[in-house]
């Protein structure tokens, strides 16, 4: 039986954004060894606002109607996306939904007329560094802060 996928367009404060968000900084806190009542910090993570503002998009992709990941879009300057709080369940990883929501949030940056795309991650989500190493992603440079994991910004030319 195949799973039937679908892109949404939501609310990044809607119900299936603040559930995979939940997930998604539970799986960056255990990386990280940080504590169960870590506070996302608005510089690494950005607010549910920023997906709401002229050229954003926030999206979720639902397998069989159920929310297994999220993305999201933002503009840093006028030719320039970030990507935000891209993230794929546990359960759903390993099937290219990461890849296939990736590719949908680079196409919506070329649509709002971004020349390239940026984005944030860190040394602790391996995953995350293969993805975008194979996707043409290329270090535009890095943060270390004692006792802090690596903070790596990759950009893409689109």
Same mark, same amino acid.
């Given at each position: %039986?195949?799973? +039937? ?5 939501e609310?990044?404060?809607? &119900?299936a954004?603040?559930?995979l968000?939940?997930?998604y ?5 255990? #990386?990280?060894?940080?504590?169960a009542?870590?506070?996302? &910090?608005?510089?690494i ?17 639902y397998?069989?109607e159920?929310a297994v ?8 300057? &006028? ?6 709080? %891209?993230?794929?369940? /546990?359960?759903?990883?390993?099937r290219?939904?990461?890849r296939l929501?990736?590719g949908e949030?680079? #196409?919506?940056?070329?649509v709002?007329?971004? +020349?390239?795309? #940026? ?8 995953? /995350? ?5 194979s996707?043409g992603y290329?270090?535009?440079? +890095?943060?270390?802060r004692?006792?802090e &994991? ?9």
């Amino acid at each position: %039986m195949s799973e +039937r996928l679908e892109l949404r367009d939501e609310p990044a404060d809607g &119900p299936a954004a603040r559930a995979l968000f939940a997930e998604y900084i539970a799986l960056v806190g255990e #990386r990280l060894g940080l504590d169960a009542d870590f506070e996302p &910090p608005e510089r690494i993570f950005a607010s549910p606002d920023a997906f709401a503002e002229q050229g954003a998009a926030w999206i979720v992709l639902y397998e069989d109607e159920r929310a297994v990941a999220c993305g999201g879009l933002r503009t840093l300057e &006028p030719s320039v996306g970030e990507i935000k709080r %891209m993230f794929v369940t /546990a359960s759903a990883r390993g099937r290219g939904y990461g890849r296939l929501l990736l590719g949908e949030l680079e #196409r919506r940056a070329a649509v709002h007329g971004h +020349r390239s795309v #940026r984005l944030l991650t860190t040394s602790v989500l391996r995953e /995350a560094l293969k993805l975008y190493a194979s996707e043409g992603y290329s270090e535009l440079g +890095r943060e270390e802060r004692p006792g802090e &994991p690596i903070e790596i910004w990759l950009v893409k030319a689109l």
